[in-house]
């Protein structure tokens, strides 16, 4: 007697084939919509109100001490290139906060903080 061939094969093959197709989907979907909302597409926009800027700002401030508390925490010892990175985006907010007169008295105590020092200018002495 010869047997039929199983009907269940070809219907595990088409909900496999239905379930990944979902799931390709939902991928797609779901970089689609992460994208939109991202920060650096935000940042990249120029159709921005004033109110959405200022948003922006409070948002790339956020993720500024986000990434550098997670530095803090992931090492023991300060790398040379962090801090120079560090130095140089706070230089660039203090510049950018001088440029357009949000509060130019701090952005200009931050600047002078952030200054190279010329090591061969004399120091201060202090007397007790």
Do not use: C
């Not at 200009?108 to 007790?128: E, F, G």
Request: aromatic share 4%; glycine share 6%.
């Amino acid at each position: 007697m010869a047997r039929r061939p199983s009907r269940r094969a070809p219907r595990t093959l088409t909900r496999l084939a239905a379930a990944l197709a979902l799931f390709a989907l939902g991928a797609v979907t779901g970089a689609r919509v992460a994208a939109r909302g991202s920060l650096e597409r935000e940042l990249a926009r120029t159709d921005l109100g004033v109110a959405d800027r200022v948003f922006l700002l409070q948002r790339a401030g956020s993720a500024y001490v986000t990434a550098a508390n997670g530095y803090a925490d992931a090492t023991k010892r300060a790398d040379s290139t962090a801090v120079e990175v560090a130095n140089q985006v706070l230089r660039g907010a203090a510049h950018a906060v001088v440029r357009s007169s949000l509060n130019s008295r701090t952005a200009s105590d931050i600047l002078n903080v952030l200054q190279p020092r010329d090591s061969t200018a004399r120091k201060p002495i202090v007397w007790y």
